[in-house]
């Protein structure tokens, strides 16, 4: 089974999705559809995609309803992920009262680099831990878009949480951190219960649509976490072929989506 874990839901209909006044960042609006969910399914078709997570937007803020009309609609072929405000005191209820309506809400995320903070400036903070924490309890996979300046600090919180999944996305954006920070997230891999998604290659390359010339640098990402803690996102699957050519082709897939299909509750 092929699942990917990266499609953001924008829609071009603000009446009924309007982004939230605390939005992390301006999204290029010319680029919505008014039924996001149907162009994505057409990706799908065209990839070879058979479940995906719906990553629910930044610019939404804590406002998940177009997520969860996605999830309404095909119940069979997505999960979905929610976010919420480290500093608003009603957050971790707000997410538990989310999945209790929801159970296809099977992440939440914190997002923290040195683009923004307007959601987070520590993973110190007494809010940010709370809902990590609740989330954990939930059984949620706790999705991270941070920079690598965070590495050191979430360890800290591994340490108190151990059990609880932690999915890193694009690479923890190594452009916009150095190598001494860098290795702080290498070392995240020391933890069972850390992934690392092969996703945003973009953001730091434009060798479209393979990015080979950062393969380099993704061989060493991919053989600190190894096979069984990698997943796929974003990008054409073939980018899987291309940074992971010395896997086996059974270690491929488990990253194209077997990882996802043991740790999330995907429909056969």
């Known amino acids: 089974m092929q699942i990917e874990w990266n499609a953001h839901m924008f829609s071009s209909d603000f009446s009924r999705y309007p982004l939230h006044s605390r939005a992390a960042y301006a999204p290029d609006q010319s680029q919505f559809v008014p039924d996001p969910l149907a162009l994505y399914m057409e990706r799908m078709n065209t990839e070879g995609i058979d479940r995906a997570v719906l990553v629910h937007p930044e610019p939404y803020g804590d406002d998940?309803?177009?997520?969860?009309?996605?999830?309404?609609?095909?119940?069979?072929?997505?999960?979905?992920?929610?976010?919420?405000?480290?500093?608003?005191?009603?957050?971790?209820?707000?997410?538990?009262?989310?999945?209790?309506s929801q159970p296809k809400i099977i992440s939440t995320r914190f997002h923290a680099h040195r683009k923004t903070t307007a959601y987070l400036k520590s993973f110190a903070e007494d809010g940010v831990r709370a809902i990590w924490r609740t989330a954990g309890e939930l059984g949620l996979v706790i999705e991270l878009h941070i920079g690598p300046e965070f590495g050191a600090e979430i360890a800290d919180i591994m340490r108190?949480?151990?059990?609880?999944?932690?999915?890193?996305?694009?690479?923890?954006?190594?452009?916009?951190?150095?190598?001494?920070?860098?290795v702080d997230i290498l070392r995240l891999a020391d933890f069972k219960n850390v992934y690392m998604k092969i996703s945003g290659l973009g953001h730091f390359s434009d060798d479209a649509p393979f990015y080979a010339d950062m393969r380099p640098f993704t061989r060493w990402v991919v053989d600190a976490f190894g096979p069984?803690?990698?997943?796929w996102g974003s990008g054409s699957p073939k980018i899987i072929d291309t940074h992971l050519d010395h896997f086996t082709a059974d270690e491929r897939a488990k990253v194209r989506g077997g990882n996802l299909q043991r740790l999330l509750p995907f429909s056969a």
């Open 64 to 100: 998940h309803r177009l997520v969860l009309d996605c999830l309404e609609r095909e119940p069979g072929l997505f999960l979905g992920t929610s976010l919420y405000f480290p500093g608003d005191p009603d957050a971790s209820q707000k997410l538990t009262n989310l999945v209790k």
């Open 228 to 231: 069984e803690r990698l997943v």
């Open 160 to 182: 108190l949480y151990p059990d609880f999944p932690v999915l890193i996305d694009h690479f923890a954006e190594p452009q916009w951190g150095t190598a001494i920070e860098y």
